[in-house]
């Protein structure tokens, strides 16, 4: 088969999926994708979007318009049509913290179901080592007479926010396959982008993946526990980390303190890396300090919050930013949840506002008159604000009209939980700014709150 005739199938047209399918697409290949909510596949093909993600609407426009990219409600019709598969469904945690292979396993299966002739099937979820074997089994065990297959590994490593990026410029593309024929397909298909290719063996492909986000968390977690004793000890987590981040082996990356990691993958990834490693009779208790550390940021902030406005109940606060991370409308597993309702709890009266995330928050915390109000911008959020609480940040907060914003709150304090504003544009305009790991305005250096 000539490598031009080669067909991409992408089963999952979620936040790996989608830009998945839309980036071999914009490679030149023929893709079609599916998935088995059928509203979202129609949303697709009709040029709608189910989620946010910067360049992917243009893309997918530019694509369903090429007829490179073809959204098919039938499972069976893009196994049959394709001969690379490319299994982007969930893998969600659960209640123990090991991953729920469940979609995985419906995949494999739907794949068995309609092997027409040789395939190679290609894990790129995110699933615990050994789930590519499982892959292969299950196909053995459900397929339809024995048409050819292989099963690979091709982690993805794409951010949301900036998914398409990642995809089309790569730091590494990791292949963990069998066979020279599988490397082989899947070299050809990354090699417009001309990236570093790591080529592994199954296992391996899979460890990376989990290991690399597990990493990521540690990170996140050792800047927020070095920003407590900065706190404490009056210095300043972001010179800290600037001073870090210069030496090459630490890297300057993912050492912004804050209110921790959020989002569908971070959090998921740890659990489940550590529950692999208790079944093979590892305790991996960094991991578990890892977590702990993130889980205590919520409270930390809390607390923040409430040294810092003395009494919670009855006082409005504004709330910018809902979404885990700038860029998306995504609110999984986002601190901004966890805050709202202990914030609520204390009986505070929350004014919300993000770019992208409020119809996913208001799903979650439906509108309540006063109690619970949506706001159409960051200026009408903080309106007879008490105080400002900066949750994500988002670059419109950063560059926000400051002298308006003043004049429109009851009190000028902002808690600023991804140290994201400018003191020196704050502090001048009458703000008290108080935010992660650094030492607090006024009120801390008179020793009045500690
Ligand atoms: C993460 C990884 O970064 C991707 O490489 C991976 O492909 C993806 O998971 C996945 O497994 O699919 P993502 O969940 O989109 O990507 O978000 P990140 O950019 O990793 O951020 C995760 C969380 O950490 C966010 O809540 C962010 O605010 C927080 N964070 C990040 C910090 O608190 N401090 C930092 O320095 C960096």
Redesign the pocket.
């Known amino acids: 088969m000539s490598e031009s005739k080669r067909r991409v199938g992408v089963l999952g047209l979620g936040?790996?999926g989608l830009p998945t399918a839309l980036g071999f697409a914009e490679l030149g290949w023929s893709v079609s994708g599916t998935d088995s909510d059928r509203i979202k596949v129609e949303q697709i093909s009709g040029g709608g979007l189910p989620f946010y993600e910067p360049g992917m609407s243009e893309l997918l426009q530019k694509h369903l318009a090429s007829r490179r990219f073809r959204p098919l409600a039938d499972i069976g019709l893009t196994v049959r049509d394709s001969d690379i598969l490319f299994i982007c469904v969930g893998t969600p945690h659960r209640e123990d913290g090991s991953a729920d292979l469940s979609q995985v396993e419906g995949a494999a299966r739907s794949i068995a179901e309609n092997l027409n002739g040789y395939k190679l099937i290609v894990e790129k979820s995110?699933a615990p080592v050994h789930t590519a074997r499982w892959i292969e089994r299950a196909i053995l065990r459900y397929q339809n007479g024995k048409p050819e297959f292989e099963v690979a590994c091709n982690p993805?490593?794409?951010?949301?926010?900036t998914a398409l990026r990642d995809l089309l410029h790569p730091d590494r593309v990791v292949i963990g396959a069998k066979s020279e024929k599988a490397r082989c397909w899947l070299r050809e298909l990354y090699e417009p982008l001309n990236a570093k290719i790591l080529l592994t063996d199954l296992n391996t492909a899979e460890i990376i993946k989990h290991a690399?986000?597990a990493f990521?968390a540690l990170?996140?977690s050792y800047?927020n526990m070095v920003g407590d004793l900065c706190e404490a000890a009056g210095a300043d987590v972001k010179d800290v980390a600037e001073g870090l981040g210069m030496d090459p082996r630490i890297g300057a990356?993912?050492?912004?303190a804050?209110i921790?990691?959020?989002?569908?993958?971070?959090p998921k990834?740890l659990k489940a890396f550590i529950s692999v490693a208790q079944e093979f009779g590892l305790s991996f208790s960094v991991l578990r300090e890892v977590e702990q550390v993130n889980q205590d940021r919520i409270d930390r902030f809390v607390r923040k919050v409430q040294r810092a406005l003395w009494v919670l109940k009855d006082k409005r606060l504004a709330v910018w930013g809902l979404a885990?991370?700038p860029d998306t409308d995504d609110i999984r597993e986002a601190p901004s949840i966890h805050i709202a309702s202990r914030l609520l709890q204390s009986g505070a009266l929350l004014r919300l506002y993000d770019p992208q995330a409020m119809e996913a928050f208001r799903l979650v915390f439906p509108e309540e008159a006063e109690r619970l109000v949506y706001c159409g911008s960051a200026v009408e959020a903080a309106t007879s604000a008490h105080a400002i609480l900066v949750l994500t940040e988002w670059q419109e907060f950063r560059t926000v009209d400051w002298p308006k914003v003043r004049q429109e709150v009851a009190v000028p304090m902002v808690v600023d939980g991804r140290n994201c504003l400018d003191r020196t544009v704050l502090e001048p305009l009458g703000f008290e700014y108080h935010s992660m790991g650094q030492p607090s305005s006024a009120l801390h250096e008179v020793g009045v709150i500690r």
């Open positions: 936040h790996v995110t993805e490593f794409l951010r949301e926010g690399s986000n990521l990170k996140i800047i990356s993912f050492l912004d804050g921790g990691y959020g989002g569908f993958c971070l990834d885990f991370k």
